[in-house]
Nanobody, 118 residues
């Protein structure tokens, strides 16, 4: 089970850190990632990290503002976001990935809402 936390309303230019707690024994995915979904827009990948921490992935449009990290012993994933704009408004989901950092998502949580106002 994946549970995202940390979403809230923020002002443009602000920062926010999301977390995702994974439950279950022997949790060891190949990788984890974050994606977001805004109303009327396609799902968008925002970051991914190999669970051994040796590789990360970001789309070019977000790599300067978003940082993904993990606490492996705590089975927790994080997404640090800065320089937020109204275009970042979306529901953010964390997900497990079975292969390749841009591979299909295997499981995801219920999401956490981020709203950025101008």
């Amino acid at each position: 089970q994946l549970v995202e936390l940390g979403g809230k309303s923020v002002q443009a230019g602000g920062s926010l850190t999301l977390s995702c707690a994974a439950s279950g024994r022997s949790f060891s995915p190949y990788a984890m990632g974050w994606f977001r979904q805004a109303p009327g827009k396609e799902q968008e990948r925002v970051a991914a990290i190999r669970w051994d921490g040796e590789a990360t992935w970001y789309p070019d449009s977000l790599k300067d503002r978003f940082t993904i990290s993990k606490d492996k012993p705590e089975q927790t994933l994080y997404l640090q976001m800065s320089g937020l704009t109204p275009e970042d408004t979306a529901t953010y989901y964390c997900a497990t990935i079975d292969y390749r950092l841009t591979g299909p998502y295997a499981a995801w949580g219920h999401g956490t809402q981020v709203t950025v106002s101008s």
